[in-house]
């Protein structure tokens, strides 16, 4: 098979960024960095221009996502795994409920098993490439799953489990791009790398009244917390709009930015059309076309951020991403311990939907001319 096979440039996208994370960054927010390179780049975390950036953020996810009243918007620093080790420190209280449908789903879970102060966690588990909610059980306080399961592609639906307990969902590969009802949960937790087209290492979680006050209460407890994974450390400095140690100021400067531009532009009804109309486009191709086929089987859980594509046989996946990349389209493989013949396609709102239909078009090019 030829590696070398050269796609022409008037069929590529005219960004070729289609990452699930780390994942496209619009260059506004690039251009707003530049900047403020001299400014607010190497100044003090403590002092009112990055405190302002703090209270950007906070003030833009409240308008983002419509905060009923009582919630906060808490931030620091580590990313989603790092919530899960502060879930399981500071808001399970005995055990907790999981829906386990991939890889995120599945790594909560195993924190939460860990840990030797709580009780085996109840995990309801479905085939890749399908969901599992967690089903309501008698001692549980917490119910979680992932909104988005990223290495599979598969979206799963965020309401209320009817039960006593916390709904904790993992918004992280939805956040910004599908839109959700936040008075469904209690902790909606993600990081910025993804459709909220920023860098990684932040973790940002809308805490309702309830889960604010089960975070005291377990505070207040006497299980030993480290500092860093104490959410009721976080939720003090954030009220604040700081961190409880330093963050990336750059981070917090592209998140900002995005805020900004998905709030002018209409918020979650236009992130969710804009996502909505990309994944249409590729799962139409991947149906319409002889040899890939979406991995996802029922339409209604096909995730419109991240499109899952299988190939039959003949047709080397592998392949098509080591070609595509070698002409600029990248980070397209797919999660890693999923182990197929796919292509992982991130269709988050930076995406524009016309280099959507490039890429499938490029696909076309290459499945005609594999040797
Ligand atoms: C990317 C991702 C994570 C991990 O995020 P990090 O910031 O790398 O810790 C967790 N959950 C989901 C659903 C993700 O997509």
């Known amino acids: ?17 289609f990452g699930s994370g780390p994942s496209k960054i619009r ?36 308008e983002l996502y419509a905060l009923p009243d009582g919630y906060e918007v808490v931030l620091g620093n580590g990313g989603s795994t ?6 399981v420190s500071s808001l399970i209280d005995r055990r907790s409920a999981h829906g386990n449908f991939g890889e995120f789903s599945a790594k909560f879970a195993a924190a939460a098993k860990a840990a030797p102060y709580l009780q085996e ?63 469904q949960t209690d902790v909606y937790y993600f990081a910025p790398q993804k459709n909220l087209g920023s860098d990684g290492g932040l973790w940002i979680a809308l805490l ?8 005291r209460r377990i505070a207040a407890s006497d299980r030993w917390i480290p500092p860093t994974l104490s959410l009721a450390t976080a939720v003090d400095n954030s009220v604040k709009d700081q961190t ?8 917090l400067l592209l998140l900002a930015n995005q805020l900004d531009w998905l709030n002018t532009s209409g918020g979650l009804a236009f992130a969710g059309a804009r996502t909505s109309e990309s994944s249409k486009r ?11 086929t979406p991995f996802v089987a029922d339409p209604a859980l096909r995730s419109p951020v991240i499109g899952t594509i299988d190939f039959a046989d003949d047709i080397d996946a592998a392949w098509l991403a080591t070609t595509l990349r070698r002409n600029g389209i990248v980070d397209t493989d797919p999660y890693r311990s999923l182990g ?8 988050f709102v930076n995406v524009d939907p016309d280099d959507i239909t490039a890429l499938t078009r490029c696909l076309d090019y290459l499945l005609e001319r594999r040797g």
């Open 1 to 17: 098979m030829t590696a070398d096979l050269v796609i022409p440039a008037d069929l590529l996208p005219a960004d070729g960024r």
């Open 27 to 62: 260059p506004e927010a690039v251009d707003e960095l530049a900047a403020a390179g001299r400014t607010l780049l190497g100044t003090s975390h403590r002092q009112a221009p990055v405190k302002h950036l703090v209270a950007r953020i906070r003030a833009g996810l409240r």
């Open 82 to 87: 790092t919530f899960w080790d502060i879930a």
């Open 121 to 183: 966690p109840v995990v309801t588990s479905a085939p890749m490439g399908s969901i599992a909610l967690p089903e309501p059980v008698d001692g549980v306080d917490l119910y979680a799953w992932a909104h988005n399961e990223t290495s599979t592609g598969a979206i799963a639906p965020v309401s209320r489990i009817p039960a006593d307990g916390l709904t904790v969902i993992d918004g992280t590969s939805a956040a910004g791009g599908v839109p959700v009802d936040i008075s």
């Open 208 to 215: 309702s009244p309830a889960a604010l006050d089960r975070v």
């Open 244 to 251: 409880y140690n330093t963050p990336a100021v750059a981070t």
């Open 282 to 292: 590729l799962y139409a191709w991947a149906e319409a076309t002889e040899g890939p």
């Open 340 to 347: 197929r013949n796919q292509l992982r396609i991130g269709m």
